[in-house]
């Protein structure tokens, strides 16, 4: 059952990671005295709000946490953690579009976490004023996107996953995102991932001023994204052969 979480105000938000970037260490609570509910809906309790912490902090336990961890361990802890608190927080869409339930975890329920993994210098990563780039609200949409599909997202890096999902028009549909990244990730290893995802996302955006994805079906959009999948690496290998077009009909 869903059930609301608490937010709190972008002006608080703001006070509070102003004391993180002057140094100031956060203690990790289940409530702030400034938060706010949405007017209708059961509320999450404060035990609820700490069984999830602590389930979180055993996680990034295995992964190095509290020392300074690697890139590649911190990423590791991400791939876990966002199916976690895609279980943890069963927000409805509406909900999870709620930037202050998002601030409320980086910088009240999670503020130790979220320093671990980011450190303190990007504001982005804690105040949500970008939902796709926040420590915690980015996980919670990859585990949207990729539910059912564990093992896809774990083969995606970050810049892969920011190509995908930083750009509206492809991450807000989540089955075009779980398309393109199986084309992508089908690509043979002896071409460079990061220019494949970057020349077919800027293919996949100009398809999208003139179709209308939601009009394909599942097969049509995997046929589309591994038709421009095909033609990046024509682009990036000429010897594959030339770049032709793509009908949704086949």
Not at 2 to 29: F, N
Request: net charge neutral; aromatic share 8%; with cysteine.
């Amino acid at each position: 059952m869903t059930v609301l979480w608490p937010y709190i105000p972008e002006a608080v938000a703001v006070a509070l990671y102003a004391e993180v970037a002057d140094g100031k260490q956060m203690v990790p609570a289940s409530a702030h005295e400034s938060q706010l509910w949405a007017p209708v809906g059961a509320r999450i309790s404060t035990r609820q709000v700490t069984d999830l912490v602590t389930t979180m902090v055993g996680v990034a336990e295995r992964f190095g946490f509290p020392t300074p961890a690697p890139a590649e361990r911190r990423i590791a802890f991400d791939r876990e953690a966002a199916f976690l608190i895609r279980a943890g927080m069963d927000l409805t869409w509406s909900e999870a579009g709620n930037r202050g339930i998002w601030s409320f975890m980086s910088l009240v329920a999670l503020p130790h976490l979220t320093e671990w993994r980011f450190g303190t210098d990007n504001n982005e990563r804690w105040i949500a004023t970008d939902l796709t780039r926040h420590t915690w609200a980015r996980l919670w949409w990859q585990a949207v996107v990729f539910e059912g599909r564990e093992s896809l997202l774990a083969a995606l890096s970050e810049s892969d996953l920011n190509q995908l999902l930083e750009r509206r028009s492809i991450g807000g549909d989540r089955r075009l995102v779980a398309a393109m990244a199986s084309a992508i990730i089908d690509v043979p290893a002896d071409l460079s991932r990061r220019l494949l995802i970057r020349d077919v996302s800027r293919r996949l955006r100009r398809y999208l001023a003139f179709v209308d994805v939601k009009a394909l079906d599942d097969s049509q959009v995997d046929m589309l994204c591994r038709k421009l999948c095909t033609d990046s690496v024509r682009l990036l290998r000429p010897e594959d052969g030339p770049v032709v077009g793509f009908s949704p009909s086949g």
